[in-house]
């Protein structure tokens, strides 16, 4: 007797039963990502043990995947029943909080309300927070909602307390560590401040937190909460990928999972699978070129200026970088120049560099540069959000800083991008590319200026992949200068 195949579905892991053990091997292979080198991972056939399968020998998968195994299955003429084995936590009241909201916003808040799990892939300046905010107040449930920097998650939760309506204990946020609770010599808690701050998270409606401190929260404390959000979920395929799966292990009591990510792109290693694992597929994306066409975002136009210095020749990364960027003199008297010749022109500028040294020496040579070194050197979050602030009121026109100025932070006033980094990583790039791209009065396009770095093999690499990058935007124009000499006609005409 030939059972029906049945697909067993959970909150974080789901089951395939009934189905022949050869088939789950072939399958395997579709549901695998490429672990780095440096990283675990675990042999499938002869692929040299750098494929790690998420489909597992005995039938379980993250739920995030189930549609994509369904989508294989069928391949194979299989199309199993799917009994779900959660259970609907209950509706709460709506919070009707005045949350103004965008058409493309509104649509995608309801497609994910529908779908009760999954990616919103909206570039960054779209307003993920607010989409994500506004689900939340329409299904007010207990929510655990995971931010990837201690600066989203201060400016997450100062979001989150401005448009809900909320009680005044009701949004929490905490970074650096669960509370440590102290027991007695009979396993009793103690009374105290940090029994005091675990009570109020446990209690809490919303809690913001970063990955690391919530992989460390009890099980307990998930057991409270009925949706998860992965803020800049792209941080699940890099180096906190292990946080992740632990959050994921704790959270099989949440019902509701959304991600939010600017950054959802297919690799060759097959990485963005373990984002989707964790969630689920995309509910709905947005594009660059819809916000450019709804005035949301600028265009840019980006200038490559050609390094020509002395060929460096075969070096290790760190002493390319070091020797080719950081102290390639030409180069960084060009940063400079580059940075004076755009403030003349009423532009505020960002200059984004790798290494707190970096931007140190380049912001002592551009007049008036406000160098932001990042909470986690010897600037405190107090300093890094002064400095922000000051930018965008105009009290000075030029930040320099490292990823402090990255990903999630808002400069809306900044109109001209300096990277003086390097680099080519595709998600690093975009997501430095777009501080600059918020629209705003008097802004009709944004200046990006980058350098073609022909002086080291590796280095050339990395810009004409950066090159690559900015052209595959519809709305960016990219040109390669013949000679730095060219840049001031360039600007004349873009600026």
Not at 149 to 164: D, G
Not at 338 to 355: I, M, P, W, Y
């Amino acid at each position: 007797m030939t059972l029906e195949p049945r697909l067993l579905f959970g909150n974080s892991f789901s089951q395939i039963v009934n189905i022949d053990p050869a088939l789950i091997r072939v399958l395997q292979f579709d549901l695998a990502f490429q672990a780095s080198p440096s990283g675990p991972g675990s042999s499938i056939g002869d692929q040299g043990g750098s494929w790690v399968p998420l489909l597992q020998n005995e039938g379980y998968i993250p739920s995030g995947l189930v549609p994509e195994l369904e989508k294989l299955l069928l391949r194979y003429g299989i199309a199993p029943t799917r009994v779900d084995m959660r259970k609907r936590p209950d509706e709460e009241v709506p919070r009707h909080s005045t949350i103004q909201l965008r058409p493309y916003q509104e649509n995608l808040v309801k497609l994910a309300l529908l779908k009760e799990r999954g990616i919103i892939d909206a570039v960054p300046r779209s307003g993920k927070t607010r989409i994500l905010t506004s689900i939340l107040d329409r299904n007010p449930l207990k929510t655990l909602w995971v931010a990837p920097t201690k600066a989203i998650v201060h400016q997450t939760y100062a979001v989150l307390k401005q448009l809900l309506s909320a009680g005044p204990e009701e949004i929490q946020e905490v970074v650096g560590g669960w509370p440590k609770i102290q027991l007695d010599q009979h396993g009793d808690e103690v009374p105290g401040p940090a029994l005091d701050r675990a009570v109020k998270l446990f209690d809490s409606w919303i809690l913001v937190t970063t990955a690391a401190t919530a992989a460390k929260a009890p099980k307990a404390f998930f057991d409270t909460r009925h949706i998860l959000i992965q803020d800049e979920s792209h941080h699940a395929i890099a180096s906190e990928a292990g946080l992740y799966a632990q959050i994921n292990g704790k959270a099989d009591n949440i019902y509701y999972r959304y991600g939010a990510t600017g950054t959802h792109f297919r690799s060759e290693e097959r990485t963005e699978i373990l984002m989707d694992a964790l969630l689920s597929e995309v509910i709905g994306s947005v594009s660059v070129q819809e916000l450019v066409d709804l005035n949301f975002l600028t265009p840019a136009s980006v200038a490559f200026v050609p390094i020509d210095g002395p060929l460096l020749g075969p070096q290790s990364y760190h002493s390319a970088y070091q020797f080719g960027i950081e102290l390639q003199q030409q180069r960084n008297d060009l940063i400079v120049w580059c940075a004076q010749a755009l403030l003349s022109l009423g532009k505020r500028v960002l200059v984004l560099v790798k290494h707190v040294e970096h931007g140190a020496r380049l912001a002592e040579r551009i007049p008036g540069a406000v160098f932001v070194k990042g909470a986690n050197v010897d600037f405190t979050d107090a300093e890094v959000q002064s400095a922000i602030q000051g930018f965008n009121s105009g009290a000075h026109n030029c930040l320099v800083g490292t990823s402090v100025l990255g990903e999630g932070i808002d400069l809306p006033a900044a109109d001209a991008l300096i990277y003086a980094k390097g680099g080519s990583a595709r998600v690093t790039v975009t997501q430095d590319l777009f501080r600059v791209l918020t629209a705003s009065p008097g802004k009709k396009r944004s200046i990006v200026i980058d350098f073609a770095d022909r002086h080291q093999e590796m280095l050339r690499q990395q810009s004409v992949a950066r090159g690559n990058i900015y052209a595959a935007e519809e709305s960016f124009s990219v040109d390669v200068l013949g000679s730095p000499l060219d840049l001031t006609a360039w600007l004349s005409s873009h600026a």
